[in-house]
């Protein structure tokens, strides 16, 4: 199998609260991968020992055949290795440009017309080259995710995390994200959803894993995942009772 990105043994705790692990997942190139699990099972602190953002306790995290393990964040999305936040936080004050110039700046990809040119392509590609001159805070919330993703997709990343883009959004705005996405997957970028929005990770993955207290309980295609009593138990009986 060709795996772009390799987690092996991760593990990470927060003083005596063991977090995540150890956990064992593989990432394909151009795959569409689904994380789910309640709150708390650990699928932000995985993505974040992925990124970069915190350094795991224990195992090994391996990117294009590059240990990567001890890398800072900022390396990691050299490699191409992006993600966007649940939480858009533009830079205020700036133009939706701008909000993209600068992390193009941060990875040595800015200062240039050739990098104006990049950044108006990606605004372009999610539907946002009409607002390029406005203040960022003038935009509207499914604009702030869409503003969110462009910023990681100025990295050219090869894989990209999606944390919860779609939180928030309406129906029709959902499926505004879900097609950005798979065009997004379609030109060679894997990705890989976390989400509470069950039909849209179920209609988006090729594959999803379940996470609870940190480690895996389920991995499959979305209806075997679906199927599987001990994710029904924990997961899905926690979305109906919401």
């Known amino acids: 199998m060709n795996v772009l990105l390799s987690v092996r043994a991760v593990e990470k705790s927060f003083g005596a609260v063991r977090a995540l692990g150890p956990v064992d997942v593989d990432i394909r190139p151009r795959e569409r991968l ?19 953002l915190f350094p795991p306790d224990a195992g090994v ?10 890398e800072p964040a900022y390396r990691r999305a050299r490699r191409g290795l992006s993600r966007s936040f649940q939480i858009p936080r533009p830079f205020v004050g700036m133009t939706v440009l701008e909000n993209l110039l600068v992390p193009m700046d941060y990875l040595g990809k800015g200062g240039g017309s050739e990098e104006i040119a990049r950044a108006d392509e990606v605004l372009a590609s999610v539907g946002l080259i009409a607002r390029r001159n406005d203040p960022s805070e003038a935009l509207s919330q499914l604009e702030l995710r869409k503003l969110e993703l462009a910023r990681a997709l100025v990295a050219e990343p090869e894989v990209l995390v999606a944390d919860e883009a779609m939180a928030g959004l309406s129906e029709g705005e959902i499926d505004d994200i ?3 996405l798979f065009r997004l997957n379609e030109s060679g970028v894997a990705v890989v959803m976390i989400e ?3 039909h849209a990770v179920m209609r988006f993955s090729e594959r999803i894993i379940c996470l609870e207290t ?22 899905f009986g926690e979305q109906n009772h919401r």
Do not use: R, W
Request: glycine residues 14%.
């Open 196 to 198: 509470h929005i069950m």
């Open 34 to 52: 689904g994380l789910i699990g309640p709150n708390g099972s650990g699928k932000t602190t995985l993505i974040n020992c992925i990124t970069g």
């Open 178 to 180: 879900l097609s950005l």
């Open 214 to 235: 940190g480690k895996i309980i389920a991995a499959g295609t979305p209806s075997e995942v679906a199927d599987n009593p001990l994710v029904q138990k924990v997961y």
């Open 61 to 70: 995290i391996v990117f294009k055949g590059i240990d990567i393990t001890h």
